[in-house]
Antibody, heavy 123, light 110 residues
Framework: EVQLVESGGGLVQPGRSLRLSCAASGFTFDDYAMHWVRQAPGKGLEWVSG????????GYADSVKGRFIISRDNAKNSLYLQMNSLRAEDTALYYCVKDATAGDSGSYSFDYWGQGTLVTVSS | QSALTQPASVSGSPGQSITISCTGTSSDVGGYNYVSWYQQHPGKAPKLMIYDVTDRPSGVSNRFSGSKSGNTASLTISGLQAEDEADYYCSSYTSSSTVVFGGGTKLTVL
């Protein structure tokens, strides 16, 4: 059974940093691209960042480029999101998601989602 | 990275068919066959319903189908059931090697 378990969320002041983690199990982690998707309270979905299986292809939404860094450790079946210079508008539930297609950069469709970790940016 | 355009809400009666549109540009929906659709019930994580424009993941009912014409993709749900009431989001790969979502559509089953 595929499982994605996020951790690291919490309340943080504007301008500070936070690191999210995602522990994956139930599939061959290094066969798939992985992504972070967020959802602000009562709002829609927003893709944040994605990494190909070998970290060779990495992308970011314009809203987080230069502030967030995605990384993965295939030996530990883990995905990370380092979030710096946090803003109030970064407040959201952050989902770790698995690409539906194995290999290269995947198909940019997401077949498994974690339950999310809530990040609240407020003074 | 402008969001794809979806109607805010659609509704239908049990047994009917409804279609949700998702309009983008030639740099996203119109340029690639990487359009996906997700269903989200309140308080739950999204569920993949359609990927690569027309494909259904294993376990998803064949009442759900996808299509695309030009810069507009569509999700059709036939034989509407009460359990289909949810929010629906489309997404597309973009020429900037990113992913863009639609604003979401609330489906009400009357």
């Amino acid at each position: 059974e595929v499982q994605l378990v996020e951790s690291g969320g919490g309340l943080v002041q504007p301008g500070r940093s936070l690191r999210l983690s995602c522990a994956a199990s139930g599939f061959t982690f290094d066969d798939y691209a992985m992504h972070w998707v967020r959802q602000a309270p009562g709002k829609g979905l927003e893709w944040v960042s994605g990494s190909s299986w070998n970290s060779g292809t990495i992308g970011y939404a314009d809203s987080v480029k230069g502030r967030f860094i995605i990384s993965r450790d295939n030996a530990k079946n883990s995905l990370y999101l380092q979030m710096n210079s946090l803003r109030a508008e970064d407040t959201a539930l952050y989902y770790c998601v698995k690409d539906a297609t194995a290999g290269d950069s995947g198909s940019y469709s997401f077949d498994y989602w974690g339950q999310g970790t809530l990040v609240t940016v407020s003074s | 990275q402008s969001a794809l355009t979806q109607p805010a809400s659609v509704s239908g009666s049990p047994g009917q068919s409804i279609t949700i549109s998702c309009t983008g540009t030639s740099s996203d929906v119109g340029g690639y066959n990487y359009v996906s659709w997700y269903q989200q019930h309140p308080g739950k994580a999204p569920k993949l319903m359609i990927y690569d424009v027309t494909d259904r993941p294993s376990g998803v009912s064949n009442r759900f189908s996808g299509s695309k014409s030009g810069n507009t993709a569509s999700l059709t749900i036939s034989g509407l059931q009460a359990e289909d009431e949810a929010d629906y989001y489309c997404s597309s790969y973009t020429s900037s090697s990113t992913v863009v979502f639609g604003g979401g559509t609330k489906l009400t089953v009357l």
